[in-house]
């Protein structure tokens, strides 16, 4: 009876370390942004993208115009995420409307969801603030 309830308490151990790492470990790589704010993005320069790096707890892109980077914080909850300490170059862009909805959309992160090849980022209430898709390499 003893190694009954001792497998069951070390089986929801393993359940409960694997979930802290679960949405580090899909969400780890290449993600292109496609929409901001229900906004779909059209840059011309360069395609806008964010890549997680989960073993670091970082991530890094660029918005078409200018490079970001900063930190990312997941909790117990599989799908809760924040962005922290965001920093980026200061190019002046033709047009600033994207990178400044991008820029906005990272402080409201909090949580992830994600299906395959498809990522969105979603504020506290719930609401989709970024939609993207894998890039695969």
Same mark, same amino acid.
Do not use: I, P, Q, R
């Given at each position: 009876m003893k190694n009954i309830i001792l497998s069951i308490v070390l089986g929801f151990m393993c359940i409960s370390c694997c979930s802290n790492k679960y949405a580090a470990a899909n969400i780890s790589g290449d993600w292109k942004i496609d929409n #901001?704010? @229900?906004t779909q993005v059209n840059v011309e320069e360069e395609v806008p993208f964010i890549s997680f790096q989960t073993e670091e707890a970082r991530f890094y892109g660029t918005t078409g115009c200018n490079s970001f980077f900063g930190e990312f914080k997941t909790s117990d909850n599989?799908?809760?995420i924040?962005?922290?300490n965001v920093g980026s170059t200061k190019k002046l862009c033709a047009d600033m409307s994207t990178e400044d909805a991008i820029f906005s959309a990272f402080s409201q992160v909090a949580? #992830?969801?994600y299906d395959n090849d498809k990522m969105q980022l979603k504020d506290?209430? @719930?609401n989709v603030i970024m939609e993207l898709s894998s890039v695969k390499k």
């Open positions: #901001v704010f @229900g599989k799908n809760d924040t962005l922290t949580s #992830v969801n506290a209430n @719930g």
